[in-house]
């Protein structure tokens, strides 16, 4: 886990995906699907 520092700040950034299930487009398609699949299991 590597911290990052500012002058007066010690930080460490995370990601959240946010699934909107709303309107259902396929955005994630072919190797890019798949990719995000393994990240996430």
Not at 24 to 31: D, N, P, W
Request: proline share 2%; glycine share 4%.
């Amino acid at each position: 886990m590597s911290y990052r520092t500012g002058s007066h700040t010690v930080f460490h950034h995370r990601y959240h995906i946010i699934w909107v299930p709303k309107y259902r487009y396929k955005v994630l398609r072919g190797a890019i699907r798949e990719r995000v699949r393994e990240i996430i299991r």
